[in-house]
């Protein structure tokens, strides 16, 4: 193995430069990695743009990923090099009250790697072994880069405890809501009810498992709901959009006493209708990342063809193009889900 690597380093917003460091080396508890595909979600979007609050520059991206395992440190009994991996992203103290009661994706002092602290985003990376989880060898490495971003539509399935047999509704149809309708029909739902403003976006939600899809310009929500649901409309309500018009959707025509559940990050102070909520004593849930768990069950409901990640994938590009990924989604936001990064071009 070589000395040296190359590593993607963002200076400013819109500008993507690489530069040669040391190929790191393990510690005792770690693993090294050689990085294989790297995903970019609209976090990563954020920075590209400089609209992320939480991040400066210059930063090294890349919390979406897959790989192969290098080398392991002395005290990594049960990782092997040439195994197949993903990594979790998450950065936490273990000594706050959320991490000491299992609940570290809501650290105090929470860091995720590519935003707070040195992402993937380099021909090798090393890691602590307990961030690291083994892929099965039926998932490509290009799927492998697409666990993080489903475990978060996993973890949100599951923030609604009775999802067994239930009645839902997807209000947003970009990637992670699509993911969402793939992981409601995986965990249980009886139905589920997915909008959005784009045909486009409707109809891969319709291709991958939403039994009535609904474009909000052009159609009446409130009517959507009753016509599919009845009087007794949905159960709960998924809000994967982050606008004010789409929560004021949820919270004006869900039936009394259910749950909205909150999935997509506000990029501004909301302006909700609180009255409303208060008088129909709706449940307003919310969902931040995932744990291992969610990992877990997202691997195996893609081992298991419960859910499908291919029809997500929109292009690939070479890892000395990471600017042109971002132009190509800038140009293309309709019709774009997920977008990858070949570190690594020679296996899929």
């Not at 979406?64 to 195994?83: L, N, R, T």
């Not at 109809?203 to 016509?227: P, S």
């Given at each position: ?13 819109k ?37 992320h609050?939480?991040?400066?520059y ?14 392991v440190g ?5 990782i092997?090099?040439?195994e ?22 809501l ?31 039926g ?50 739902a ?24 609904v ?20 159960d ?18 869900a ?5 909205i559940?909150?999935?997509?990050v506000?990029?501004k ?14 449940d ?22 419960k859910?499908?990640l291919g029809?997500l ?36």
């Amino acid at each position: 193995m070589k000395d040296t690597m190359i590593q993607q380093l963002m200076t400013e917003p819109k500008k993507i430069t690489f530069r040669e460091v040391p190929v790191p080396k393990p510690g005792p508890d770690q693993v090294l990695v050689k990085i294989k595909k790297i995903g970019i979600c609209g976090s990563d979007i954020h920075v590209f743009h400089g609209t992320h609050p939480y991040t400066s520059y210059p930063v090294t991206q890349g919390h979406e990923v897959s790989a192969q395992v290098e080398a392991v440190g002395e005290y990594v009994p049960d990782i092997k090099p040439g195994e197949r991996v993903t990594i979790e992203p998450q950065v936490f103290c273990g000594r706050c009250y959320p991490c000491l009661h299992g609940k570290y994706n809501l650290c105090e002092k929470l860091k995720v790697m590519g935003f707070q602290t040195t992402g993937t985003a380099s021909e090798y990376f090393a890691v602590d072994s307990s961030k690291v989880t083994k892929l099965p060898d039926g998932l490509t490495y290009s799927e492998g880069a697409m666990i993080e971003p489903l475990s978060v539509a996993v973890h949100a399935a599951k923030r609604f405890p009775d999802l067994k047999g239930a009645n839902t509704v997807v209000l947003g149809c970009g990637p992670i809501g699509i993911l969402l309708i793939q992981s409601l029909k995986a965990l249980g739902a009886a139905h589920v009810l997915a909008t959005d403003i784009s045909d486009t976006r409707l109809a891969l939600a319709k291709e991958l498992g939403a039994d009535w899809v609904v474009n909000t310009m052009k159609e009446d929500y409130a009517k959507a709901v009753l016509d599919a649901y009845g009087p007794d409309k949905a159960d709960v309500v998924y809000e994967c959009a982050g606008s004010d018009i789409t929560m004021d959707q949820a919270i004006q025509n869900a039936r009394k006493g259910s749950t909205i559940i909150l999935v997509a990050v506000f990029g501004k102070m909301a302006n909700v209708d609180l009255a409303k909520l208060n008088d129909s004593e709706l449940d307003l849930n919310t969902s931040m990342m995932y744990r291992h768990e969610d990992y877990v069950d997202a691997i195996r409901l893609v081992d298991e063809g419960k859910i499908k990640l291919g029809p997500l994938q929109s292009a690939h590009f070479a890892f000395a193009d990471y600017q042109k990924a971002y132009e190509y989604i800038d140009n293309n936001r309709e019709t774009t889900m997920k977008v990858l990064i070949d570190v690594d071009p020679t296996e899929e």
